[in-house]
């Protein structure tokens, strides 16, 4: 809104009364506005009639952003997080903190999985042929990952299949004289478990072996498959009580390729207390999956238009993040492409629609079928997302970037809210597919939420720019090498930065540079169209007024009289202002004469474009005053 000066304000009149007057601002938070009648201002009718409307409001830009200060800068640089490179660019990145606080930055690429560091890229493993992008999950010390082909977990350390596929054959049995439970009447028989010996996670029970049947004073040679998975340390021996129907644990041997245990032992000698996960209890996670989340005690993730979720505390024997009985899934109209827990349930995102899956962890709805209910319900249709990426989450609010183009914030407990209305005209040429988004919380400089396009451009929106508490978009910066995919990224421990994929190279935002990755970049804005004066009037501009912090080269100015577009006239001569002081040391405060000009300097209505040199300095903009009068008829 146009600013009313001090003195003023406070009731001062002109020594020379003058016909011309001042026009202008010094607050500058409406940010880039394009999707509007180029003669109208954004705001309110009372806003325009009242206060001045909103002059600062920017119609065109590149390389600028509005600060949390209020005042326009050139972009903050960005600079390499690593010395090395990617074979490829990456496709998302993830930090993975474990309980012993290391945080490490994973990134994902079309080949495989890296971990990164200042200095280098360390492979984790490489993907299959037909692998997506890598989605990631970490619970406690594991980081879980499905790419669509593999599901890996990794510890830190080692990375292992997530799951254990179970024994495909029943064990065989063979008997010869011995002490066991010399008191049958009806017999045993046994199931048997793979055991990951680190994690104690143990697969599904193999199929039920034959039942011994009435025996006296025999040993039994239970004999089976071992299984080639690396992680399988152990294979588990389960049996039955004489006559009975349920599998305790009897005990442990060595996994090789066939494997032998002699039972000896009584009835009363079984473990009744360890019991073996049958009916594909702990059954590996479904092929395919991704889309990964950590949602109600247990991890969540999607194959095609099917989410599944994992036992969990349901679990009594395993691991409950490794175990996902095949029931365990909803199947929703159209391919889910992204899952975000929230306080009271779980958001399925789809290509079209929004749902939410909610349910009861208590004791009486763990008693109700043997396990937890769950339940979806449909939250909003007609608005979805095609990327994993468009979605983000920030202190209790969604951000997502929907197929249809708009950004939007979905706040569980007040509905949804459109972000993009100002700039909807530049988002509408945007792949949807491509976009990713974060929102970032850095200090005091940064709470703002990014979007890249995937083609090179990255626009910063504040949904709160103060003091209005408005949403502010700034014009789109174009970084130098490219920018295909960016994240908020925890680096170290309270540590966030935005990380972006530029070709093979992995940049932070720094607001310590203003270069990226060394390559000094330009950048400008429009201001307006600034309406001077109504139909039948004329405004006589005499000079335009800037004023930057006296950082780097002087900016530059350059008008466009009553057109919405064309080319923009240079005002290459200034002043210092006022020019009846000192020049100020800390701003560069400079008067524009239009007279310099060689057309008119009457008008309606005009833009306004300043531009920054191709430099690294931290240049800014603190506001800016039109003097003139109006003209009747």
């Known amino acids: 809104m146009a600013d009313i000066p001090l003195l003023q304000t406070a009731g001062a009149q002109p020594v020379k ?87 490490t930055v994973l990134a994902d690429t079309a080949s495989g999985v890296y971990s990164l560091s200042p200095t280098s890229t360390t492979e984790l493993f490489a993907k299959s042929t037909g692998a997506v992008q890598t989605t990631f999950q970490g619970v406690g010390s594991w980081m879980f990952m499905g790419d669509g082909v593999d599901l890996k977990k990794w510890n830190g350390t080692t990375v292992s299949t997530w799951g254990i596929a179970p024994p495909a054959t029943a064990a065989t049995l063979s008997f010869s004289a011995g002490t066991l439970n010399t008191t049958s009447t009806l017999g045993w028989s046994y199931v048997y478990c793979y055991q990951n010996a680190t994690t104690q996670h ?25 299984s080639a998975d690396p992680q399988v340390g152990n294979i588990q021996i389960y049996r039955t009580n004489d006559g009975g129907a349920t599998y305790y644990l009897l005990g442990t041997v060595p996994n090789t390729s066939t494997w032998t245990y002699v039972d000896t032992s009584a009835d009363s000698a079984l473990n009744t207390f360890i019991v073996a996960p049958q009916a594909l209890a702990n059954n590996p996670p479904p092929a395919g999956l991704t889309n990964l989340a950590f949602f109600s005690g247990r991890l969540w993730g999607s194959v095609a238009n099917y989410v599944y979720y994992a036992a969990g505390p349901d679990t009594t024997n395993g691991s409950g993040n490794e175990s996902f009985p095949p029931l365990n899934y909803f199947q929703f109209p159209s391919v889910v492409t992204r899952l975000v827990p929230y306080t009271n349930g779980l958001f399925v995102f789809t290509v079209d629609n929004i749902y939410v899956i909610q349910g009861n962890v208590s004791a009486a709805g763990a008693s109700t079928a043997g396990g937890t209910v769950f339940y979806s319900l449909l939250f909003q249709s007609g608005m979805g997302v095609r990327s994993y990426n468009a979605v983000d989450t920030y202190a209790g609010v969604i951000y997502a970037f929907t197929s249809d183009n708009q950004l939007i914030a979905i706040n569980p407990g007040s509905g949804v809210q459109c972000l993009s209305a100002g700039i909807t005209d530049q988002l509408a040429a945007v792949n ?22 995937g083609a090179g451009s990255i626009w910063r929106c504040n949904p709160n720019q103060q003091p209005e508490g408005l949403v502010c978009w700034s014009p789109k910066a174009t970084v130098t090498g490219g920018a295909s995919y960016l994240s908020a990224v925890e680096t170290s421990v309270g540590v966030h930065q935005l990380m972006v994929a530029s070709g093979s190279s992995v940049l932070v935002r720094n607001w310590a540079v203003y270069t990226d990755n060394g390559s000094a970049y330009t950048g400008y804005a429009t201001f307006g169209s600034i309406v001077l004066t109504q139909p039948g009037q004329l405004a006589e501009v005499q000079s335009i007024c800037t004023e930057f912090r006296a950082v780097g080269s002087q900016p530059s100015l350059a008008i466009l009289p009553n057109e919405i577009s064309g080319s923009f006239t240079s005002l290459p001569q200034s002043q210092p202002d006022p020019p009846q002081l000192s020049p100020s040391q800390s701003i560069y405060s400079n008067r524009y004469y239009l007279s310099q000009c060689t057309f008119p300097t009457v008008m309606r209505h005009l833009q306004m474009k300043v531009s920054f040199a191709t430099e690294n300095s931290a240049s800014e903009m603190l506001g800016y005053s039109i003097y003139g009068a109006i003209h009747g008829d």
């Open 202 to 226: 143990i697969s599904t029970a193999s199929p039920v072996s034959a039942y011994s049947g009435k025996q006296t004073n025999i040993q039994v040679t239970v004999q089976g498959v071992g």
């Open 17 to 103: 009364p003058t016909k011309f007057a001042p026009f202008g601002t010094k607050r500058l938070f409406t940010g880039l506005y394009t999707y509007r009648s180029p003669l109208i201002q954004p705001g309110t009718r009372a806003e325009e009639r009242f206060y001045g409307g909103r002059p600062d409001a920017l119609i065109d830009g590149l390389n600028v952003e509005i600060s949390n200060k209020n005042t326009l800068i050139r972009r903050p640089g960005y600079s390499a997080y690593t010395t090395a490179t990617l074979p490829t660019a990456a496709t998302s990145f993830y930090s993975f903190q474990q309980l012993n606080t290391n945080v």
């Open 432 to 453: 949807p597919a491509n976009v990713s988004i974060a929102f970032l919380t850095q200090g005091f400089q940064d709470q703002a939420l990014f979007l890249c396009d």
